[in-house]
């Protein structure tokens, strides 16, 4: 008879008792593999539709196949002479009313089909695999008129298109909007928690052992700054970010933009005497329209302090049907001149990376600490599969601040020279008639390039 069915959890291991326990709105579990997420998903769901009588319950993974050697396979037997399997419908239906739907979203598109449906609890396995619009589309979800629990239980492991939402959420907790901090909790759990795991398969700890840095750092720590497909692995905190310091006036500063209505993002970065790059302000806003953005990158910059020339992506030279007048005239006419940038992605990346490589425990790149989104994006971009050396332009939002990055390091760019006043160099009479053509940012852009005839 059912009732005589035993759900056994005698074997569970701390981490995933206090997932067990876990009661905010949101609870992510995981972070690395191998740390008995699949086995606690097939617990507790079963447990809060035997313990709620009625609730009803969605399990999800991205594809069908996951879902079917993941948790089906899982489930039949352990809920055997406990809960009925409806393959058609793909649900257990248990005798108090409860149910536990099973589904998977492929596509973007596939989550639309849970829209209007109502759940007490969601499950997610694998969340990092989910986009952001999903997960949003799916909270949606988590609604009914009982007394219930409203929860979403996710688990993960750093890599795939939700690295970086589910990083914001539960590693960073940067919330927007009426997110509140309260509704997340975070539980972490690595394969040296899954005692079960290292009795029976010890051998699996030395191929985690065996993984490349990166990887190993991901899969077998949980380390979030290191992930599958990470595009800048070379990227470390303790190298790369530095504390903020006074630039000194004779290195040369310049700034570089990427501008779209989604977000107009700003660098600020100053080059030393050896030819080393100090990113030391940022900026980044949406819904910016030119005239405004223009003006806070202007009141940004300190008065007296010398820009060389700002670099922009050279779409902003292409001209409106309807005015007549491209984006960099507008700029322009708001007090910031532009240079037009280079479009060669895979070149501006590589140019990233070069700068990002660590030799005697230095890089050329130095990020200062108070540039907190660059920071972020910079070590979430994910290599494009179909193309190795480019970044995934998804997620957008992260692209932005990179981007404005690597416009810039595809500019000749030469050291700041020592504040010592150095004989003037002399200009041929070609050098000249360019300069007196030139306009302002024109004039400055030569004399970076050329040096200055006037010390």
Request: aromatic content about 12%; overall charge neutral; proline content about 4%.
């Amino acid at each position: 008879m059912q009732g005589e069915a035993v759900l056994d959890i005698s074997t569970m291991n701390s981490k995933q008792a206090v997932f067990f326990k876990a009661r905010k709105r949101f609870v992510a579990y995981g972070g690395a593999r191998g740390g008995g997420k699949s086995w606690a998903i097939d617990r507790k769901a079963p447990l809060l539709a035997l313990f709620y009588q009625g609730i009803k319950i969605l399990l999800l993974r991205r594809t069908y196949k996951d879902l079917e050697r993941n948790h089906v396979r899982m489930l039949e037997p352990l809920l055997k002479g406990i809960a009925n399997y409806r393959r058609q419908e793909k649900l257990f239906l248990f005798p108090n009313g409860s149910i536990l739907e099973l589904g998977y979203c492929a596509s973007e598109a596939d989550v639309l089909q849970y829209q209007g449906q109502e759940y007490d609890v969601i499950f997610m396995d694998e969340a990092t695999q989910f986009t952001e619009y999903q997960f949003e589309t799916l909270t949606a979800c988590l609604r009914g008129a009982n007394k219930f629990p409203k929860r979403m239980y996710l688990t993960c492991n750093p890599g795939g298109v939700g690295h970086e939402w589910v990083k914001r959420l539960f590693i960073s907790r940067k919330y927007r909007g009426s997110e509140n901090p309260d509704d997340y909790e975070f539980i972490p759990a690595t394969v040296f928690d899954n005692k079960a795991l290292l009795e029976n398969d010890p051998g699996y700890v030395n191929m985690l052992n065996n993984l490349s840095e990166g990887l190993r750092q991901a899969w077998r720590d949980g380390n979030w700054d290191m992930m599958a497909g990470q595009y800048f692995s070379e990227f470390d905190r303790n190298i790369h970010v530095i504390e903020p310091f006074e630039i000194p006036k004779h290195w040369k500063k310049y700034r570089t933009i990427d501008y779209g209505l989604d977000c107009l993002a700003c660098l600020w970065i100053a080059i030393d005497e050896r030819g080393d790059y100090y990113v030391y302000r940022e900026y980044a806003e949406s819904d910016k329209v030119i005239s405004v953005g223009s003006e806070d990158i202007l009141k940004l910059t300190p008065k007296g302090e010398e820009v060389i020339y700002t670099v922009a992506p050279d779409d902003l030279w292409a001209r409106s049907q309807e005015t007549a007048k491209a984006k960099a005239d507008i700029f322009r006419e708001n007090g910031l001149g532009l240079l037009k940038g280079s479009r060669n992605r895979e070149a501006g990346w590589v140019a990233i990376k070069e700068l990002l490589t660590v030799k005697n425990g230095e890089s050329r790149l130095k990020i200062f600490s108070n540039c907190t989104g660059l920071i972020e994006c910079l070590p979430a971009l994910q290599r494009d599969e179909k193309r190795p050396t480019d970044c995934m332009t998804e997620p957008h939002e992260i692209t932005h601040l990179p981007d404005a990055l690597r416009y810039f390091c595809l500019q000749y760019i030469s050291p700041a020279e020592s504040p010592v006043k150095k004989k003037a160099v002399k200009w041929t009479d070609d050098y000249w008639e360019d300069y007196e053509n030139a306009d302002e940012e024109g004039k400055k852009l030569l004399i970076a390039r050329r040096g200055n005839p006037f010390e």
